[in-house]
């Protein structure tokens, strides 16, 4: 299955949270529901901790994500989409404020992928 680049920029994809995201939870499929909400409730905690925090300081886990997708995709518990959904999103999340305006446009993503999410096993 083939989506759309992601970008997270609502202004320049207004359909980031609707056929972008539902295009990318098809995708996704063969992910486990349990995994992929275990991702989004890292993301969850991330921003928490951004809130509290200096976003700075939170950065290097933010893109630690990559290495936690790679051990799922090793286990069999997340798919290649996922991955590459995960790739796209977390290559534009730079260690400035846009890339903390992006993260946020990422969890935003990730709660609609969630929510059109039908899963695999």
Known sequence: MSCRKIEL???KDPELF???AKCWAKAIGHTKKTQARNFYEKILELEKSIREGDFAEVYPFIKMLNSKVAYGVSRKVVSREFQEMMTQCLDQITNDEA???RFENFKLFFEAVLGFF???N
Request: proline share 0%; no cysteine; charged share 50%.
């Open 9 to 11: 920029d609502y202004r």
């Open 18 to 20: 609707n056929e972008t």
């Open 99 to 101: 890339g903390r305006k």
């Open 118 to 120: 039908k899963g695999g």
